[in-house]
């Protein structure tokens, strides 16, 4: 069954913008017979029978509305700016692994740089591909992307949040261990993993986390690469509360 988002609200009856339309019944070429599963911009879900396409526009009606498949834990991303596909194929990925909130800080050692015009431009085009991975895989909430905080803004935003950093030189904690102590707990409902940009974190960065609270783990044997080290990170924290 095919899964949109919408701008709007849900109701009894909605109407998908031309853009949507197209792309359902033009490009994607599905069945009007066939319902659809739309999410409203009040996070609602529902299942949806098209009707008819008036101006380009198509008109449908709810079959019946649908919970949200919301996840037990909220996980959060803040990831360093890294160069071009790099950052694209993140958003997609950790889209596809069900993250909540991502925010894209610049640190240190960023080699990617944009300014206040080009990052606007570049927002648009994240958005839209975080909106086509949620869809293709089939998920009811779109994940919230935060950009232009800086690191600290981010860390006294998620002050609540269990606060977890990569670093290739940490050898006593791996993530593993940092998380069994969140099915111990249950007060701890958000999990949040640092990721630095392609030159890594500065130490003072890394000290910056952990005297917020955060805990300094390991990843594994392996240096991992910035884009490798987001979406490894957020698979093992899928697996080991979510599975």
């Known amino acids: 069954m095919k899964k949109i988002f919408i701008p709007t609200p849900l109701d009894e009856r909605i109407e998908l913008p031309k853009d949507v339309t197209h792309h359902v019944l033009h ?10 599963i739309v999410t409203g911009s009040d996070n609602r879900c529902g299942t949806y029978q098209i ?14 509305y649908v919970e949200s498949n ?32 991502i925010y894209l800080v610049s640190t240190a050692n960023c080699v990617a740089k944009y300014d206040d015009k080009k990052l606007q431009t570049k927002v648009s ?15 009811n909430q779109l994940p919230t992307l935060v950009v232009g905080e800086t ?6 935003i998620e002050a609540k949040a269990l606060k ?11 993530i593993k261990d940092e ?28 000290n910056a986390i952990i005297e917020s609270g955060g805990k300094s783990v ?7 690469r910035a884009e490798t080290a987001a979406i490894g990170s957020l698979a093992m924290i899928q697996y080991e509360l979510e599975l």
């Open 27 to 36: 490009v994607f070429r599905y069945n009007i017979k066939k319902p659809i």
């Open 51 to 64: 009707t008819e396409e008036v101006d380009g526009k198509a008109q449908a009606k709810i079959i019946e």
């Open 70 to 101: 919301v996840s037990s834990y909220r996980t959060i991303l803040v990831q360093s700016l890294l160069k071009g596909e790099k950052l694209e194929w993140v958003l997609q990925k950790a889209t596809e692994l069900n993250v909540d909130t």
């Open 125 to 139: 085009r994240w958005e839209k591909i975080m909106v086509e991975a949620a869809q293709q895989c089939g998920r």
């Open 151 to 156: 690191l600290s803004q981010v860390l006294d």
């Open 164 to 174: 977890l950093v990569a670093y290739e030189n940490e050898e006593g904690h791996t």
């Open 179 to 206: 998380l069994k102590i969140v099915l111990n707990d249950v007060s701890i409902t958000d999990i949040l993993i640092c990721i630095g940009p392609e030159g890594g974190y500065q130490e003072k960065e890394i």
């Open 218 to 224: 390991s990843l594994g044997n392996t240096i991992l």
